[in-house]
Every structure is written in structure tokens, then in C-alpha cells.
């Protein structure tokens, strides 16, 4: 009998960088424990939404794979064509259709490009590079915002995909709509560009791009969208992107079939139809969101303005001692090694201890 061969997988996948997680906080004695580490909504979903899951019967049926229902509601929400819409598992689902149709090896090995800003959403190198493509990671500038002409300069023969995040996870600034045409107007035709906007709800920036209209005038253009921050529905998976039908038609292909569960599609669809409410708890955490960083800026922290649900500390090598004085107050935040910590808006009650906390931790040493 022959010797037994090792399982291999493929040799890509000691490149992967393990996607951490947030945790939730450590019980403290006396602290209530709040969890400041996905990027999650306090308030969760509408009631509407709870009604929608609590009726929900049709658990042994396959759910529509092309989510019909949602499209349409989604196409007249946001004036688009159903057509432009592709669903899939969260907004994550809908990322890796779009980079495994358009990136990966060719038959000769040589890697298509992935470009995208660095640091920025922790699961990009894991999408790019689980589908055979080399990234290309480009530094933030010292205000952590896209460093834009930079990102147009990586820009080779290769280059297939461009990923924008806007607001940035986890530093917090969006990008303007002229610094977005301006960098549109560098890139060659058949890149696909994607503009991730999971945080777009949480915008009060009245410049921040519009991506939207981005993609009405730009053909090579996919914006992404997710129900799970500002809907509260991070844990039903529904997101998509929008784009025109010469993108579309690919990514349907290579579409998981049945991504998106009817349960998860009626909860989108309710919600859509309680905009207002919806609003109101995107409010609410906006304007936590200006307390938070008012108060920072009179304890003399120096961050990043945010657009976002998220407050970014460029800790540096403090990162993990602070994540740790957090954990002393059963807060559990998120540390990026020794370059800083991300911090989600949440509840009042922890907003304010993270407060006490940062005055309790001075800025500088
Ligand atoms: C949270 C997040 C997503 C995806 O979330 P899904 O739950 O998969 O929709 C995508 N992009 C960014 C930048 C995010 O922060």
C-alpha cells in the first residue's frame, strides 16, 4: 500500500491573514459589558423586522435566488435599475463575487492586481488573495485617508480591481466626490473599481462622495452596500452591489446560489419600508458620534474625523495596553496591533465610559 499522502490545501492559504473577529467584552464585576469591536448597531433592527422573523414559516423552502423582491424594493429606493442590483451574503458576499469574477491567477500563474488602501477592511487581503490575485496595498496618508494619487501610481497592466472604502473602516474619513472623479479620471477603463460604502448612513459630511451618482456616470464603477450596520442586520447577511448590466451579467455567474435567505430578504425589505425609524437610530449614533469625538478633542486626542459608527485612536505601540485598561472596564474594543484601536459608537452608557476611559488613559505618555 502506498504511504498516506498529507491532506494539501491549496499553498494560498498560508498567506491569508485570519480575520480577528471583535470580540465581545470580558464580564467585570459591576460593569454592565458592552461590545465597541464590530462595528455593530446598538439599537438593532426595526420592530418591523422582528414581526417579519417572528411570522417568518417558510423554513424548509429554498429562498428566490435572485432575491427578486428585495431587488425591486432596493431599485425603487434608490432609483436604479433591479437589473444593476446583485445580492449576496452581507455585503462581504457581494465583495467576493465581484473580485473572484474579475481577479485571480491566469492560466500562465501570472497573479492579476488588487489595489486598495492599507489599513482598511481587514477581510480585503483575505478576498484577494483566496482567489489567487496579488494585493496591492497602499498606505494611508498621515491623516489616514486614502492616499488617492498614490493608489492611481500603483495602477499597472495587471491592476484589475480598485477598492475604495469610503468612510474608511476602521480610520473613520470618507472620501469627497471631486477626489473620486479626479482619481476616476486616472484610472484605465476596464479596472472595475468598487466603492465600499457599509458605513454610508452614517455620513454628515456634505462633500463625501455620492456613489451612487458615481456609478450613474461611470460604467467600470460597483458600489457596495450591506444591511448590516445602519439596519442593524449584521447577522442575517444581506448585502449587494450596484452596477451596470456588462458588470452584472459576470457576477451572477459566480454568485452563490441561495446567498441570501427569504427570511433575510424580508427583514431588508421591511426595513427599507421603516426608513424613518431607521433614520432615527442612525441619528441617534451620529450625534454619539459628535459627543465622542467632542469629547476627545478636549481631553487634547488628536483623531481622525469620522464618518462613520467607529472612532479610530492612532495608538501606535500603546494599542494593546489600551485595549487591555478597555477590558478592565468591560468594554471590549478593537486593537490593530501597534497601530491603533477602533472603537464603535454604542450605547450611551458605554460611549460615556470609553470617554472616562480615554481621560483616564492621557494622549501622549
Ligand atoms: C462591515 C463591513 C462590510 C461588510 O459587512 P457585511 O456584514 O458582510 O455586509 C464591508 N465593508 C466594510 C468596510 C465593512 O466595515
Redesign the pocket.
Known sequence: MNEPQPIRPRPVLSELPAYAAGKPAAAVDGLVSYKLSS?ENPYGPVPAVRAVLAEFTDFCRYPDPLSTALRERLGQHLDVSPQDIVTGA????A?TQIITTFAGAGPDGTQDEVIYAWRS?E?YPIVVRAAGARDVQVPLTADFRHDLDAMAAAITERTRVIIL?TPN?PTGPALTGAEVEAFLAKVPQDVVVVL?E??TEFITQPDAVDALSVYRRHDNVVV?R????AHGL?NL?V?YSVSHPHITQYLRVLATPFAVSSVAERAAIASLDHLDEVDERVARIVAERERVMTGLTELGWDVPDSQGNLVWLPLGERAPEFVEAAARQALAVRGFGTEGVRVTIGEEEANTRFLQLCADFPPTP
Open positions: 462595528n452581507g455585503s462581504l458576499g465583495l477592511f477581510a472604502c473602516n465600499d457599509a458605513y457596495l450591506t444591511f448590516s450596520k449584521a447577511r448585502g
